[in-house]
């Protein structure tokens, strides 16, 4: 080989590897460009949603306005704001003079009815033996048929006269059952075992019946009303237990058990309804109160 054809081979290599060195570097840089492209547009992991939050109003069961069963003037109190009451206890009274002195009248009416129906018991027991003995006479016909009717008569209407005594009896002791219910409503009595949380009157005050006069609120079983969007309504379930805390110390931890689940989603709103029995004491909890419910979502 000459020299001149040796240095075109050599010439001809040279290019060949520039060729492929820029091939292999445009190569790289779009491969570059392309993991880049890809590593923008790949979507950010998004955090799973493991709790919810809820929140809703602290109630009780038993919570009432004690309204007046009858009109009259309030002629005493018995109980304060504050006060913790049982049930059937006084709470206050009505001026209760007149009723007094109707159910006085009343009982003397009903002692002198029932009086009454033992003197024409006592009569016709006398009625019962005078009938026998004219009849015996009648029969050994030593007397009329006449004197016998008179005392079969008689004995008839001895025995009338107990039928409208007991009558009478029975509507006097009606009466007085009557008065003495009216009575009863002059006592203001808690219904049921709670704590006194208003008073609507004082002393003096004339109502009327349906005038609220006491407000009466149990303490005890303390439970949460909340909400959850529809999404959650087939993963909380009744005897499910929830976390919950005060709105005002976040920080405070009660365990509720859930006894409600509505089956139905209101549609305004897009949520369904639930209730929680607290369990255990909770002295920081009052009813009235806002309370946090916590529901973990992946249950």
């Known amino acids: 080989m000459n020299r001149g054809m040796a240095l075109l081979l050599a010439i001809i290599a040279s290019l ?46 038993d919570q009432v306005d004690v309204a007046a069963q009858r009109a009259g003037v309030v002629s005493g109190l018995q109980a304060e704001v504050g006060q913790t009451v049982h049930k059937g206890q006084l709470l206050g009274t009505l001026d209760d003079r007149q009723l007094r002195a109707e159910c006085e009248a009343a009982e003397d009416k009903l002692r002198t009815a029932e009086a009454n129906v033992k003197d024409w018991e006592a009569e016709t027991r006398m009625a019962e033996a ?10 050994a016909e030593l007397t009329t048929q006449e004197n016998l009717d008179h005392a079969r008569y008689k004995l008839d209407g001895s025995k009338y006269e107990i039928e409208k ?18 009575l009863e409503k002059t006592k203001i009595r808690a219904p049921f075992d709670g704590i006194v949380a208003r008073r609507y009157v004082r002393v003096g005050q ?20 909340f909400t959850l969007p529809e999404r959650y309504i087939d993963k909380l379930h009744k005897g499910q237990t929830l976390n919950v805390s005060s709105a005002d110390d976040p920080n405070g931890n009660h365990t509720a058990k859930v006894i409600q689940v509505s089956p139905v989603v209101d549609p305004s709103s897009g949520t369904f309804e ?3 029995e607290i369990i255990g004491p909770a002295q920081d909890l009052r009813p009235g109160m806002t309370a946090n419910v916590h529901f973990d979502t992946l249950r």
């Open 16 to 61: 060949s590897l520039l060729g492929c060195s820029k091939s292999d570097t445009q190569s790289f840089s779009a491969v570059s460009s392309v993991a880049a492209k890809a590593e923008h547009s790949a979507p950010a992991a998004q955090p799973q949603e493991t709790d919810y939050v809820a929140s809703g109003p602290i109630i009780v069961e």
């Open 206 to 225: 004339a109502v009327a019946v349906g005038d609220r006069l006491f407000w009466v609120t149990a303490v005890r079983p303390l439970r949460v009303k």
């Open 165 to 182: 005594g007991q009558h009478e009896v029975g509507t006097a002791d009606a009466n007085l059952r009557a008065l003495r219910l009216e």
């Open 130 to 139: 005078d009938y026998r003995r004219v009849k015996s006479m009648h029969d």
């Open 274 to 276: 639930a209730v929680a």
